[in-house]
Structure formats: C-alpha cells, structure tokens
C-alpha cells in the first residue's frame, strides 16, 4: 500500500512563527497535493507538485509557500503564521499526471493551531 | 465552472437501515467521479469512482453508487449500515483545464445510531 506520512499530527504554534509542514510519499508517485480542511468548506487546495522543483497555485496559495526538493518530498510552509490558518492540513499524493482518473491517497493530517 | 455539490451536511440512519448520501455534480462532458470517507482523526481514503460504462459502481467497505447522467447525481449507497460506517463522505469530480486537480464537496457526515 502506498503510504503518505505526515510528520506532524498536532502543532500549536504563535502568531508571526515560520512554520514547516514535511509530507513523505513512499510509492514513487509523481503527484502531489497541499488541502486544508475547515468544517463546512470541505478541503480547499493549497498548492500541488506535479514533479520535483515544479510547484503550481491551487485555490487558496496566499500566506502559503511549497518546496518540493525531492520526488518524495513535499513540504508546505507558512512564512508568518496567523490565526485564520489554524485548520488540518491534508497531504495527498497520486501516482499518473493527466486526465482525471487518478485516485488520491491521504496522509492522517496536521492539525495546526496558531494563538 | 466544474463543480460537485453534496446538499446535506449531515444524514443520521439506524443501523441495519438503508443508507443514502447524496451528491450532484456539474461537469462538462463525461465526468469521472468519486467517492472518499474520512474516519474520525484520519485522512481521507478512496471508497470508489465512476469513469465510464456500469452506471452502478462497487466499492470499498460494501459501498455502492449509481452514476445517473439525466440527474446529474452520484449518490452514495449501503443496503444496510453499520455504526462503523459514521464518518464523513466527500463526493469529488477533476477539474478540467489542464491540471485535472480533484475539486470536493463540502462533505456530508454521515452518523449511524444504534
């Protein structure tokens, strides 16, 4: 099975602090994926990778920055927290670039709470 | 624009009682469709898609869902829930232009009483 890891389960973070989320996919997929998810929202994209160095906006970028220095690696950074990004942070990966039949597989999320 | 739309936020069932969560969605063309269920502290598993030919797709867990293009909906069904299925159900369809980025319903939770 493919495995997407998270690093962080929970973190509480201050106001102004950088804050690095590490997200680790073990199955060679070339696709992947920054959502955050609000109760009532559903899950918004952040950013996606569709290779190594490659980054793309998704819908919601803004206060958000991604690095994706290696194929299995997947990082979102937030470079000055606020507490209207406290939420849970979904990493996903999935392995074929192109048309729409891909099947995303999830990490267990990192719910970030920023005081 | 490509979007789904899951109209309830929450659906209760007894357990052994038919279960529904529904979904509809507007896509241009043939859509691909799917189905996720979030256990509680968990992320997101795949349950099943719909990308072409049977309109009664099988999946995981004994979950189904009947594509019916003249409704434009994808609802999700069990003949007979389990309190283990209460969780929340996300409904999601790619976004055309390029990217094929999967856009999600607002999520439906789903709670089985004893």
């Known amino acids: 099975d493919v495995k997407v890891t998270q690093s962080s389960r929970y973190l509480v973070k201050r106001t102004g602090e950088k804050v690095f989320l590490e997200c680790v996919q073990d199955?060679?997929?070339?696709?992947m994926f920054w959502y955050r998810q609000d109760p009532g929202l559903g899950l918004r994209l952040i950013y996606f990778?569709?290779?190594?160095?490659?980054?793309e906006k998704g819908d919601i970028p803004e206060g958000y920055s991604v690095s994706r220095e290696k194929k299995e690696r997947f990082s979102l950074i937030l470079e000055s927290a606020s507490t209207n990004q406290t939420s849970m942070y979904l990493c996903?990966?999935?392995?074929?670039?192109?048309?729409?039949?891909?099947?995303?597989?999830f990490g267990a999320g990192s719910r970030l709470t920023v005081l | 624009a490509q979007s789904v739309a899951q109209p309830e936020d929450q659906v209760n069932v007894a357990e052994g009682n038919p279960l529904t969560v529904k979904c509809t969605y507007s896509?241009?063309?043939?859509?691909?469709l799917f189905w996720y269920v979030q256990y509680p502290n968990r992320g997101l598993q795949f349950l099943l898609k719909?990308?072409?030919?049977?309109?009664l797709v099988k999946g995981s867990y004994g979950f189904e869902a009947e594509f019916n293009k003249s409704q434009t909906s994808f609802h999700l069904k069990k003949p007979s829930a389990l309190v283990s299925d209460s969780a929340l159900y996300f409904c999601?369809?790619?976004?055309?232009?390029?990217?094929?980025?999967?856009?999600f319903g607002r999520g439906t939770s789903l709670i089985v009483h004893p």
């Open positions: 990778s569709y290779d190594v160095k490659m980054k």
């Open positions: 896509v241009s063309g043939n859509p691909y």
């Open positions: 999601a369809v790619p976004v055309s232009g390029g990217s094929y980025i999967p856009t």
């Open positions: 199955m060679d997929h070339e696709n």
């Open positions: 996903a990966s999935s392995l074929l670039p192109g048309p729409g039949a891909n099947v995303l597989t």
């Open positions: 719909y990308i072409t030919g049977d309109n």
